[in-house]
């Protein structure tokens, strides 16, 4: 027999070492190839961990244990032809054996799909894909199909959640699946999420199950419709919300209930409540006693949330992060708007607003700023000669931020229609990985919530960001006399181990002449 030495797989670059979450098998518990036997957590994801081959499973390292990349986990002693292992011992039995066998059809056929998957010749391993320069975990937000299902190809698998989006997962191949990483856990790209034994067609298991009550087969009919119409996720809530999916609207392809939709419904059996809680007359009763009872309940932390909270420590613990502020007078941009606005909308088909004058602001400043538009990597500092712009994009499921590319080379038109068709595929939960990864400079707009001022982190490995605040009416001194102005407050937060006060201050400056005198921008001056 033949030991096979499992190992804490790479998960991704920065990350050295995981956490054994939880054991999905016990020790000497026997194993198919490709399933699942633990959970594994690492700072940024957490990964489920298969089995390499058949066998006896004997755990080396208990729940809780940390190891280090490429430290022992288990190891399973594979026997040639492991799974007719298990009907060795009933053929031992010579007399007795013929009757078991006959009198359990059963397990023959659960045997089939792994046999026919064998004889196909191919076990696929379905990996974390690479979704994005910047994004080197995702978690596991729900799986649409079960552990030994037989799934077609393209059929989605599962949800995965990173920090800036939500997608799906295909299957690669048709065949017997295999899951290897549990709902909620943090996978690193390129780690296993599942295992596909191929087949030669439908399993053999689905006559075993046909011969079945007959009507599991409108179930499991009704089942697949409303999984059609809702995504995992989706589905996920509004079980947690006790919602009926029919009752809620889809805002995805063909009425698909989607995240968001999910997040946004609410219960509509108020109204039958009270009919049904009439019986129940005491616990009515029983409310107005505790009306003054201070009420606190709990909710776990989305994935999404989790990562975020990391991400936003991190950049806190691991930069010199530091605030400047100016002001700036939106008058001459809000007359130059005011005066163009209508034949601007005319003629380009979308409306001129003050992210098109902020953008184009930035991207000047940065040419004349370079190591604000830079970012430490290693022992180096990268500068970058095109200005790839993150807008901050509020949507029901968090803060998103897409990018803009070569803002610099963009007119006000093409930044403006860039600006909409982001913020509606945010808004729509239909952002791609790659419209979120990579931005050199972030802008973030505060002001369309009230906010008067704030200190914006950083977004990492960006090393700058600039606040935009709410326009307020205010005195100032212009040419000696007291008049009332349009004022916005900006901040800029930014790295202090490569931006000295002097580059961050001036390039703050910079933006406020350049908005505060526009023909500037158009002049290139």
Same mark, same amino acid.
């Given at each position: 027999?033949?030991?096979?030495?499992?190992?804490?797989? +790479?998960?991704?670059?920065?990350?050295?070492?995981?956490?054994?979450g939880n054991w999905f098998k016990n020790d000497g518990d026997f194993v198919k190839m490709d399933e699942v036997i633990c959970g594994l957590d690492s700072d940024k994801a957490t990964f489920e961990l298969t089995a390499e081959a058949e066998g006896i499973l004997h755990i080396k390292a208990q729940e809780g244990d940390t190891?280090?990349?490429?430290?022992?986990?288990?190891?399973?002693?594979?026997?040639?032809?492991?799974?007719?292992?298990?009907?060795?011992?009933?053929?031992?039995?010579?007399?007795?054996?013929?009757?078991?066998?006959?009198? #359990?059809?059963?397990?023959?056929?659960?045997?089939?799909?792994?046999?026919?998957?064998?004889a196909t010749g191919q076990v696929y391993e379905m990996k974390v894909p690479a979704v994005g320069e910047s994004i080197s975990e995702v978690t596991i937000a729900s799986w649409s199909k079960k552990d030994g299902d037989y799934v077609a190809v393209d059929e989605i698998l599962c949800e995965l959640e990173s920090d800036k989006?939500?997608?799906?997962?295909?299957?690669?191949?048709?065949?017997?699946?295999?899951?290897?990483?549990?709902?909620?856990?943090?996978?690193?790209?390129?780690?296993?999420?599942?295992?596909?034994?191929?087949?030669?067609?439908?399993?053999?298991?689905?006559?075993?199950?046909?011969?079945?009550?007959?009507?599991?087969? +409108?179930?499991?009919?009704?089942?697949?419709?409303?999984?059609?119409?809702?995504? +995992?996720?989706?589905?996920?809530?509004?079980?947690?919300?006790?919602?009926?999916?029919?009752?809620?609207?889809?805002?995805?392809?063909?009425?698909?209930?989607?995240?968001?939709?999910?997040?946004?419904?609410?219960?509509?059996?108020?109204?039958?409540?009270?009919?049904?809680?009439? +019986?129940?007359?005491?616990?009515?009763?029983?409310?107005?006693?505790?009306?003054?009872?201070?009420?606190?309940?709990?909710?776990?932390?989305?994935?999404?949330?989790?990562?975020?909270?990391?991400?936003?420590?991190?950049?806190?613990?691991?930069?010199?992060?530091?605030?400047?502020?100016?002001?700036?007078?939106?008058?001459?941009?809000?007359?130059?708007?005011?005066?163009?606005?209508?034949?601007?909308?005319?003629?380009?088909?979308?409306?001129?607003?003050?992210?098109?004058?902020?953008?184009?602001?930035?991207?000047?400043?940065?040419?004349?700023?370079?190591?604000?538009?830079?970012?430490?990597?290693?022992?180096?500092?990268?500068?970058?000669?095109?200005?790839?712009?993150?807008?901050?994009?509020?949507?029901?499921?968090?803060?998103?931020?897409?990018?803009?590319?070569?803002?610099?080379?963009?007119?006000?038109?093409?930044?403006?229609?860039?600006?909409?068709?982001?913020?509606?595929?945010?808004?729509?939960?239909?952002? $791609?990985?790659?419209?979120?990864? $990579?931005?050199?400079?972030?802008?973030?707009?505060?002001?369309?919530? $009230?906010?008067?001022?704030?200190?914006?982190?950083?977004?990492?490995?960006?090393?700058?960001?600039?606040?935009?605040?709410?326009?307020?009416?205010?005195?100032?001194?212009?040419?000696?006399?007291?008049?009332?102005?349009?004022?916005?407050?900006?901040?800029?937060?930014?790295?202090?181990?490569?931006?000295?006060?002097?580059?961050?201050?001036?390039?703050?400056?910079?933006?406020?002449?350049?908005? #505060?005198?526009?023909?500037?921008?158009?002049?290139?001056?």
């Amino acid at each position: 027999m033949a030991e096979i030495e499992i190992k804490v797989p +790479p998960v991704g670059e920065s990350i050295t070492e995981v956490t054994i979450g939880n054991w999905f098998k016990n020790d000497g518990d026997f194993v198919k190839m490709d399933e699942v036997i633990c959970g594994l957590d690492s700072d940024k994801a957490t990964f489920e961990l298969t089995a390499e081959a058949e066998g006896i499973l004997h755990i080396k390292a208990q729940e809780g244990d940390t190891l280090n990349i490429g430290d022992l986990i288990a190891t399973i002693e594979a026997a040639n032809g492991a799974a007719p292992k298990e009907t060795a011992p009933k053929a031992e039995a010579a007399p007795a054996a013929p009757a078991p066998v006959a009198a #359990e059809p059963a397990p023959a056929p659960a045997a089939a799909p792994v046999s026919t998957a064998a004889a196909t010749g191919q076990v696929y391993e379905m990996k974390v894909p690479a979704v994005g320069e910047s994004i080197s975990e995702v978690t596991i937000a729900s799986w649409s199909k079960k552990d030994g299902d037989y799934v077609a190809v393209d059929e989605i698998l599962c949800e995965l959640e990173s920090d800036k989006a939500t997608f799906e997962l295909p299957a690669e191949a048709a065949g017997i699946l295999t899951i290897v990483g549990k709902e909620g856990d943090t996978l690193s790209i390129g780690a296993v999420i599942c295992t596909i034994a191929a087949t030669a067609g439908a399993p053999a298991a689905t006559p075993a199950q046909a011969s079945a009550p007959a009507a599991s087969a +409108p179930a499991s009919a009704d089942k697949a419709y409303s999984e059609k119409h809702a995504s +995992p996720v989706a589905a996920k809530i509004l079980a947690e919300k006790g919602i009926d999916p029919k009752d809620v609207n889809g805002s995805g392809s063909g009425g698909k209930i989607m995240k968001d939709d999910a997040l946004k419904a609410e219960k509509a059996a108020p109204a039958a409540a009270p009919a049904a809680a009439k +019986p129940a007359a005491p616990a009515p009763a029983a409310a107005p006693a505790v009306s003054g009872a201070r009420a606190s309940r709990r909710e776990k932390m989305s994935s999404l949330r989790k990562t975020i909270a990391r991400r936003l420590v991190a950049v806190k613990n691991e930069t010199a992060m530091l605030t400047t502020f100016n002001e700036v007078d939106m008058k001459p941009v809000m007359d130059l708007r005011s005066k163009f606005k209508d034949k601007f909308k005319e003629k380009h088909e979308v409306g001129l607003g003050f992210m098109s004058f902020f953008v184009k602001a930035v991207t000047v400043a940065l040419k004349d700023f370079p190591v604000i538009n830079a970012q430490i990597d290693g022992e180096e500092l990268v500068y970058n000669d095109f200005a790839d712009i993150s807008v901050a994009v509020s949507t029901p499921r968090g803060l998103v931020v897409p990018v803009i590319r070569n803002a610099e080379t963009l007119s006000f038109a093409a930044i403006e229609k860039e600006i909409v068709r982001l913020a509606v595929r945010a808004r729509d939960g239909k952002l $791609g990985l790659d419209e979120m990864s $990579g931005g050199t400079f972030t802008i973030t707009n505060g002001g369309t919530f $009230g906010s008067m001022l704030s200190t914006p982190i950083i977004n990492a490995p960006q090393s700058a960001i600039l606040g935009m605040h709410n326009i307020v009416e205010r005195p100032v001194v212009v040419d000696g006399q007291i008049v009332v102005r349009p004022i916005m407050y900006v901040a800029l937060s930014y790295d202090h181990r490569t931006i000295d006060g002097k580059d961050s201050v001036s390039f703050l400056v910079r933006v406020k002449q350049l908005l #505060e005198d526009p023909m500037r921008l158009l002049l290139d001056m």
